[in-house]
DNA sequence: ACCTGAACACCGTTCAAGT
DNA sequence: ACCTGAACACCGTTCAAGT
């Protein structure tokens, strides 16, 4: 094991923490009217903005030490002077994804609906960089976006006087849900698009007929309830699903706090 | 695009949809008592048998089309006779597993505990097959086994009373959030192994020290509830931590249910 | 200190050739 | 029909060598 090279970082246990309690000084990206020198000296950010910018465009499929370097116009192996391995890269990408999300101050007249309205922010962020979900689900989430992202939960939750183990474990419940949801979406949009390289649009309709009828076609005395509710499985788009879990878990957090003592 | 291979596929969308409505003839592997010839016929099931006891010994990271065909004692090439691709080994691998589940008779006295259950059983069953939830979240699950653990919670949710619609719908988002906990833990377990490359046993309780210690490191301005709420944060096992999403999640069914027009 | 080319040890998949 | 070797086009990471 070396040594981090990024000065910003955090090794006095097992975990590699990342650090990085401001955002970085621009928005992302080099300045404007900044001219492209053919041969820019490397840095974390230009990494980390090429990888993001590579993401928004094909997805994260698409992002590699490779392709990044690539971008860069040069090896791979030259982003490890930067960046210890791809992990950080992921982890630094998706932070700078959650930083975007916009975070109001606690409400109590409406709390919920801040949880709710934060998390759809954080699907559609998802959905604009694809597959960065993906990445999300196999990083321990530090740095400054996701400190953000949980500190304002919390901060809802307070709001809404969610006992604070129930709002601590809450934050991890409906963060995973929502990234759950975006991976769900990601493997969906794949599997349509390898299907239907002949069309320019991926038929969503289409696979959720071949799925419905699949259901119905299943034995009905082992399946009663399938073959019979195949309709209603397939019933919705993914903003109605997801609404439907934003429901769920706030109407059960409420009724868990209700229930808990008051810590 | 060739048809698949094997004969019962189905597609007559854009999905392929793995039908196996039966349960793989023998419970899974060479019949004990069959001595194994040095080259015996390949087939699926000797595929998926191979695949699963690997993923079972070493993580479905050590799970390719290389390293099973290797354990066969075959070039990768041959197993494409026999599996249109890595995606369809993995779903059937993954659907070998459901079929472990167990599922009672629903019992309209305890409907809610019963729901738990399974998904406790489905943790369990990840668990002992180190990153077969990685390979979930990237499949649309089709299948016996998959149909079955829908099956048995769409009747818990009958014998509750839950509305059609509302009951299909939650089928989707408690198993979702079970299959992103088993890959939250997957991360964690190998976050834990690469760092603990020197002592035997990953060490859970350093990481939630160091991550505890950086949260309460946070500046108080930028983050108050998150500085002085880092031990809340880090409280608890995944056991408990699953058992409260549980408890949300079945919560939260019951207020939304009771809401909702009985379809 | 930063960057590089070349190499290492892997992937999934294809394809012409064998039996 | 089933199997195979060899190849293709990728990965992440390392390392000695350059500047």
């Keep these: 094991m070396k040594e981090p090279r990024t000065s910003k970082s955090w090794q006095a246990g097992p975990l590699r923490i990342q650090v990085e309690v401001a955002p970085p000084a621009g928005v992302g990206g080099p300045r404007a009217g900044e001219r492209e020198r053919p041969r820019e000296r490397l840095s974390v950010d230009r990494i980390v903005d090429t990888a993001l910018k590579l993401m928004r465009a094909e997805g994260y499929e698409a992002v590699s030490m490779r392709s990044v370097a690539k971008a860069l116009d040069t090896g791979p192996a030259s982003l490890y002077a930067h960046v210890a391995n791809k992990d950080e890269l992921d982890q630094r990408v998706i932070d ?62 307070r709001a809404g006087g969610v006992p604070d183990q129930v709002a601590a474990w809450f934050c991890d419940l409906i963060s995973l849900y929502t990234g759950a949801v975006a991976v769900e979406e990601t493997i969906w949009v794949q599997r349509a698009q390898a299907a239907g390289l002949k069309g320019e649009q991926a038929d969503f309709e289409a696979m959720d007929e071949q799925i419905a009828s699949y259901m119905e076609s299943l034995p009905v005395d082992q399946f009663p309830l399938m073959s019979s509710l195949a309709r209603v499985m397939t019933n919705g788009d993914g903003e109605q699903r997801f609404e439907f879990g934003l429901s769920v878990l706030v109407a059960g957090l409420k009724a868990v706090s209700a229930e808990a003592p008051t810590s």
């Design 96 to 157: 700078r994804i959650a930083q975007q999300v916009d975070i109001p101050v606690a409400d109590p007249e409406r709390w919920d609906e801040q949880i709710k309205d934060m998390m759809r922010q954080a699907l559609t962020l998802y959905r604009e960089h694809p597959g960065s979900a993906r990445a999300i689900m196999g990083l321990v989430p530090t740095g400054y976006g996701s400190m953000r992202s949980a500190e304002g939960l919390l901060s809802f939750c």
